[in-house]
């Protein structure tokens, strides 16, 4: 199973080598589209077998 920070890292192409571990989720946000949280959403829930509410999640 991936980390989360390795899924996030995948799809925003971002190099986790520089990225300081006090960094927070909105480092990742910064650089994402819409697309790429859709697909985060998708990757998440096909790797750690859950199912995400997309109406709840987007408000």
Do not use: C, T
């Amino acid at each position: 199973m991936n980390s989360l920070k390795q899924i996030l890292s995948d799809i925003l192409k971002v190099d986790l080598e520089n990225y300081p571990d006090e960094k927070n989720f909105s480092y990742f946000h910064r650089k994402a589209d819409s697309f790429a949280l859709l697909n985060m959403v998708i990757v998440i829930e096909e790797e750690y077998g859950i199912k995400i509410d997309r109406a709840k999640s987007w408000r």
